[in-house]
């Protein structure tokens, strides 16, 4: 059984960092496509970052770009956000997705494009 389980969420003020862990079990996603999407209450689901496997060519949202740099740890099957500067709008339940291969450049920042999602993690940040 194939799981994404990540971590490191909590309560910061705002200015602050926090670093978000995923880790997968059950397969190798060391060629595939990792992604991190948030949900706010109230608001829809949307994407983040995401982290390719070929090159590491990464892409990020225009709100979080110059903020959060999304990692992986190939060794380690897992992917990271580092979140500094935080802001009051990046609280969100903050979610792990993965794709067994290479997402297509046009579909990456669709939560459809992703076959494997974890729980999340709340995080919050205060004025």
């Known amino acids: 059984q194939v799981q994404l389980i990540e971590s490191g969420g909590g309560v910061v003020q705002a200015g602050g960092s926090l670093r978000l862990s995923c880790v997968a079990s059950?397969?190798?996603?060391?060629?595939?496509?990792m992604a991190w999407f948030r949900q706010a209450p109230g608001k829809e689901r949307e994407f983040v970052a995401s982290?390719?496997?070929?090159?590491?060519?990464?892409y990020y949202a225009d709100a979080v770009k110059g903020r959060f740099t999304i990692s992986r740890d190939k060794v380690n099957n897992a992917v990271y956000l580092q979140m500094n500067n935080l802001k009051p709008e990046d609280t969100a339940v903050y979610y792990c997705?993965?794709?067994?291969?290479?997402?297509?450049?046009?579909?990456?920042?669709?939560?459809?494009?992703?076959?494997?999602r974890g729980q999340g993690t709340q995080v919050t940040v205060s004025s």
């Open positions: 059950g397969r190798t996603f060391s060629s595939g496509t």
């Open positions: 982290h390719r496997p070929n090159g590491g060519t990464t």
């Open positions: 997705l993965a794709h067994g291969s290479s997402v297509i450049i046009s579909a990456i920042r669709t939560w459809e494009a992703y076959n494997y």
